[in-house]
């Protein structure tokens, strides 16, 4: 939580001293990138909301607990950063045939701030990121954040030594289509956890036919697999056995669970 925090206080920082500059020097490309940096400050709240309501413990209400509260912060974090990367594709096309003046070594020195303060909280969150597809959806618009402004940095550079004022547009578009390209993945699965779908590592008839080569099992029908959250699956099936003993019951059901 503390490394949330701290993103969310370096990244409006940085909004700020983007937005000025960009407005100073008229350069789309760093307006869009204190955009993108000004909607993280709004992913890591989210992210930190979410992570709060995961932890409550299970009650009358939610009997699987606040888990999925994480997934619905992923899913608002990444159907905002794909609305975002989609509106900028709009607005650099708009500006290739409208080109305004941009003032190279402003951007350069903005975006040369925006580079760190991004890559610092990119390695914060980095670790977080592997096991939490929350955590993962701010680290993607961060990361998104630091490919972006090394992209305005050389549109800075094109743009002061060639005076080609389109590369701000280009390097938009170029950076907008990484973004997208990268928060789709998880968008689908944060969209397949929340639709209880079956985990992607598993082959629901090959559980099937595992269950069905349990000694005592007759059939296996009615069954359901899906996922609570990233790493917690559940099964539910209807189980046929071959024998009224109720202690053979109860060994049947353990091998079940063990498999």
Same mark, same amino acid.
């Given at each position: 939580?503390?490394?949330?925090? @701290?993103?969310?206080?370096?990244?409006?920082?940085?909004?700020?001293?983007?937005?000025?500059?960009?407005?100073?020097?008229?350069?789309?490309?760093?307006?869009? $990138?204190?955009?993108?940096?000004?909607?993280?400050? #709004?992913? @890591?709240?989210?992210?930190?909301?979410?992570?709060?309501? #995961?932890?409550?413990?299970?009650?009358?209400?939610?009997? @699987?607990?606040?888990?999925?509260?994480?997934?619905?912060?992923?899913?608002?974090?990444?159907?905002?950063?794909?609305?975002? #990367?989609?509106?900028?594709?709009?607005?650099?096309?708009?500006?290739?045939?409208?080109?305004?003046?941009? $003032?190279?070594?402003?951007?350069?020195v903005a975006a040369g701030v925006a580079v760190a303060v991004n890559v610092s909280t990119a390695v914060l969150l980095h670790a977080m990121s592997r096991s939490n597809i929350n955590i993962r959806a701010a680290y993607l618009h961060n990361l998104g954040d630091s490919l972006s402004s090394l992209g305005v940095i050389v549109a800075g550079v094109v743009i002061l030594w060639f005076g080609a004022v389109w590369f701000d547009s280009v390097i938009t578009l170029v950076v907008s289509a990484?973004?997208?390209?990268?928060?789709?993945?998880?968008?689908?699965?944060?969209?397949?956890?929340?639709?209880?779908?079956?985990?992607?590592?598993? $082959?629901?008839?090959?559980?099937?036919?595992?269950?069905?080569?349990?000694?005592?099992?007759? $059939?296996?029908? &009615?069954?359901?697999?899906?996922?609570? #959250?990233?790493?917690?699956?559940?099964?539910?099936?209807?189980?046929?056995?071959?024998?009224?003993?109720? &202690?053979?019951?109860?060994?049947?059901?353990?091998?079940?669970?063990?498999?």
């Amino acid at each position: 939580d503390r490394r949330l925090v @701290f993103s969310l206080l370096l990244n409006l920082l940085l909004s700020v001293v983007e937005i000025v500059a960009g407005f100073l020097a008229g350069s789309l490309a760093l307006m869009a $990138d204190a955009v993108h940096n000004l909607s993280d400050c #709004g992913t @890591f709240v989210i992210a930190l909301v979410a992570r709060r309501i #995961g932890r409550r413990p299970s009650d009358e209400r939610r009997s @699987f607990g606040y888990g999925r509260a994480e997934i619905i912060g992923a899913l608002i974090n990444l159907t905002m950063l794909i609305i975002m #990367g989609l509106y900028l594709i709009y607005e650099a096309i708009a500006r290739l045939f409208t080109q305004q003046p941009v $003032d190279g070594l402003i951007v350069i020195v903005a975006a040369g701030v925006a580079v760190a303060v991004n890559v610092s909280t990119a390695v914060l969150l980095h670790a977080m990121s592997r096991s939490n597809i929350n955590i993962r959806a701010a680290y993607l618009h961060n990361l998104g954040d630091s490919l972006s402004s090394l992209g305005v940095i050389v549109a800075g550079v094109v743009i002061l030594w060639f005076g080609a004022v389109w590369f701000d547009s280009v390097i938009t578009l170029v950076v907008s289509a990484y973004i997208l390209w990268q928060s789709f993945p998880d968008l689908k699965r944060a969209i397949h956890i929340l639709m209880e779908g079956t985990p992607t590592a598993v $082959d629901s008839r090959q559980v099937v036919q595992g269950l069905e080569a349990i000694d005592g099992v007759a $059939d296996i029908h &009615h069954l359901h697999l899906w996922e609570l #959250g990233e790493d917690d699956w559940a099964l539910e099936a209807h189980v046929v056995v071959e024998t009224l003993d109720l &202690h053979r019951w109860a060994t049947i059901k353990e091998t079940i669970k063990q498999q």
